[in-house]
């Protein structure tokens, strides 16, 4: 085989298996349900005199719609992300594209990345920051959802309510794993569309 | 909108005042107009066919299926959380949709707590009948819908108890509630029964004050606190769920712990 047939055959490698991207849609529009009906929600009884989110950015109009909106949608975000979290450690993926992670590649590449010199050949291979921020948000996934459930039901789900530092802590936790998820996709957003072929990849595979 | 009974003991001025706030606030009416089109979009990218009414439609089917699910994850054998006095919340925060200056006066000399629907003996209950009682504690975790808790202390009588005495039949569906200001409420009966749901007439050892719902209470540690109705005038057994105040708002019905 010669060099270039090689090239061929990996640029018509499928990058994303349809149920990457079938998660990965659905989960977007889930995620931005529930962070803007969150911020409403939020609203209510804000942690943080200082932080308010405007009704006009957020999801329901009033605690109660806003309340409609976030028990709807937790229904789709949690059976979406068991999916892809199965098919992830059962497909071998996760371990494949974001493992391992060593801190002072991590520590290189976001140094090359902040100064504009960080590759984007390859879209199947996933850099360290790449590896860091992807895991980093499956990991916020989980703890958005665990302290959200600790929440809504600190009676019949105490120990885990207990595990998150009792009622009041998980409120905290919820809140800074949805500030740490809303910074990730601003980050994610803004290098999809500096480039758009990863963009292309999460909508045909290729 | 809704009957209004001129219950004794009550300020007829207060009922007044409390009728005008029965309407939301013209924003809250149809809450998820504004935005059923970011809804829409959301689901169905450029495609009109959800309207405001159908998203809004969804939406409450949604929060019924949720109801179901919550009532099947209660159990009556899960306990609330207890708290050592030195965890109550001081000064236990007044809360409802009026000011403290605007609530209830109940005159507890003529006060009556009226019993109906599905039960052997609809006598109804003086104030001193009710604190005869037998009497139990408890220091429970209050959360409100909005997101805040207080830990607070209450003493009264467990509603399964007094159910059983008023030979209530505990196979019928719900218990309505209605408030000397005209709140209403309706719970499920299980959660009725479960041992920690009290008829309160006391706060921290002390006969309920008006701010906490005086003559009564009922306390229910397993539910959001709107579920938890003050200034308690009547009940009723039955199997027909006759909705409440914040519930027939759109608030979740079930709002189980």
């Given at each position: 085989?010669?060099?270039e047939?090689?090239?061929?055959?990996?640029?018509?490698?499928?990058?994303?298996?349809?149920?990457?991207?079938?998660?990965h849609?659905?989960?977007?529009?889930?995620?931005?349900?529930?962070?803007g009906?969150?911020?409403?929600?939020?609203?209510?009884?804000?942690?943080?005199?200082?932080?308010?989110?405007?009704?006009?950015?957020?999801?329901?109009?009033?605690?109660?719609?806003?309340?409609?909106?976030?028990?709807a949608?937790?229904?789709?975000?949690?059976?979406?992300?068991?999916?892809?979290?199965?098919?992830?450690?059962?497909?071998?993926?996760?371990?494949?594209?974001?493992?391992?992670?060593?801190?002072?590649?991590?520590?290189?590449?976001?140094?090359?990345?902040?100064?504009?010199r960080?590759?984007?050949?390859?879209?199947?291979?996933?850099?360290?920051?790449?590896?860091?921020l992807?895991?980093?948000?499956i990991?916020?996934?989980?703890?958005?959802?665990?302290?959200?459930?600790?929440?809504?039901?600190?009676?019949?789900?105490?120990?885990?309510?207990?595990?998150?530092g009792?009622y009041?802590?998980a409120?905290?936790?919820?809140?800074?794993?949805?500030?740490?998820?809303v910074?990730?996709l601003?980050?994610?957003?803004l290098?999809?569309?500096?480039?758009p072929?990863?963009l292309?990849?999460?909508?045909?595979?290729? | 909108m809704?009957?209004?009974?001129?219950?004794?003991g009550?300020?007829?001025?207060?009922?007044i005042?409390?009728?005008?706030?029965?309407?939301?606030?013209?924003?809250?009416r149809?809450?998820?107009?504004?935005?059923?089109?970011?809804?829409?979009?959301?689901?169905l990218?450029?495609?009109?066919?959800?309207?405001?009414?159908?998203a809004?439609?969804?939406?409450?089917?949604?929060?019924?299926?949720?109801?179901g699910?919550q009532?099947?994850?209660?159990?009556?054998?899960?306990?609330?959380?207890?708290?050592?006095?030195?965890?109550?919340?001081?000064?236990?925060?007044?809360?409802?949709?009026?000011d403290?200056?605007?609530?209830?006066?109940?005159?507890?000399?003529?006060?009556?707590?009226?019993?109906?629907?599905?039960?052997?003996?609809?006598?109804?209950?003086?104030?001193?009948?009710?604190?005869?009682?037998?009497?139990?504690?408890?220091?429970t975790?209050?959360?409100?819908?909005?997101?805040?808790s207080?830990?607070?202390?209450?003493?009264?009588?467990?509603?399964?108890?007094?159910?059983?005495r008023?030979?209530?039949?505990?196979?019928?569906?719900?218990?309505?509630?209605?408030?000397?200001?005209?709140?209403?409420?309706?719970?499920?009966m299980?959660?009725?029964?479960?041992?920690q749901?009290?008829m309160?007439?006391?706060?921290?050892?002390?006969i309920?004050?008006?701010?906490?719902?005086?003559?009564?209470?009922?306390?229910?540690?397993?539910?959001?606190?709107?579920?938890?109705?003050?200034?308690v005038?009547?009940?009723?057994?039955t199997?027909?769920?006759r909705?409440?105040?914040w519930?027939?708002?759109?608030?979740?019905?079930f709002?189980?712990?």
């Amino acid at each position: 085989m010669t060099a270039e047939t090689i090239n061929t055959i990996a640029a018509d490698k499928i990058i994303h298996p349809v149920w990457v991207r079938v998660c990965h849609w659905v989960n977007a529009v889930a995620i931005l349900v529930m962070i803007g009906s969150g911020w409403q929600i939020y609203d209510a009884s804000p942690l943080f005199t200082s932080i308010i989110f405007p009704r006009s950015i957020a999801l329901g109009n009033w605690l109660a719609g806003a309340l409609l909106w976030h028990f709807a949608a937790m229904w789709v975000l949690v059976i979406n992300g068991i999916v892809y979290k199965t098919l992830g450690l059962a497909s071998g993926r996760f371990r494949r594209k974001l493992l391992p992670i060593y801190p002072s590649q991590v520590f290189a590449d976001a140094k090359a990345a902040l100064t504009f010199r960080l590759a984007h050949d390859d879209l199947s291979h996933y850099n360290a920051v790449q590896k860091v921020l992807y895991a980093g948000v499956i990991l916020c996934g989980v703890v958005i959802v665990l302290s959200g459930l600790s929440i809504w039901k600190p009676v019949q789900f105490q120990e885990l309510t207990f595990l998150f530092g009792g009622y009041d802590f998980a409120r905290y936790v919820h809140f800074f794993a949805m500030a740490a998820i809303v910074g990730f996709l601003i980050v994610h957003v803004l290098l999809a569309l500096l480039v758009p072929k990863s963009l292309r990849a999460m909508v045909t595979g290729r | 909108m809704r009957k209004r009974i001129i219950i004794p003991g009550v300020d007829p001025k207060l009922l007044i005042k409390d009728a005008a706030k029965l309407m939301p606030d013209p924003a809250r009416r149809g809450f998820l107009r504004g935005t059923a089109s970011l809804g829409a979009l959301a689901f169905l990218t450029g495609c009109d066919i959800i309207d405001g009414d159908t998203a809004e439609g969804v939406l409450r089917k949604i929060s019924s299926f949720n109801d179901g699910a919550q009532a099947a994850l209660f159990s009556r054998a899960k306990l609330a959380p207890t708290f050592p006095d030195s965890a109550i919340t001081r000064p236990f925060p007044f809360n409802a949709y009026y000011d403290e200056d605007e609530a209830p006066e109940v005159d507890g000399s003529a006060y009556k707590l009226e019993i109906a629907g599905l039960v052997d003996n609809k006598k109804p209950w003086t104030l001193a009948e009710l604190h005869a009682l037998p009497e139990v504690s408890q220091v429970t975790r209050h959360v409100c819908v909005e997101g805040w808790s207080a830990i607070g202390s209450w003493q009264g009588t467990p509603l399964s108890e007094f159910l059983k005495r008023i030979g209530a039949d505990t196979k019928a569906k719900y218990v309505w509630f209605k408030c000397a200001e005209g709140y209403t409420n309706t719970i499920d009966m299980p959660t009725a029964l479960h041992p920690q749901t009290q008829m309160s007439f006391k706060f921290d050892h002390k006969i309920l004050p008006r701010a906490y719902g005086f003559p009564m209470k009922i306390r229910i540690p397993t539910k959001l606190g709107f579920k938890n109705p003050k200034y308690v005038v009547a009940m009723e057994v039955t199997n027909t769920d006759r909705g409440g105040y914040w519930e027939n708002q759109g608030y979740n019905w079930f709002s189980g712990l």
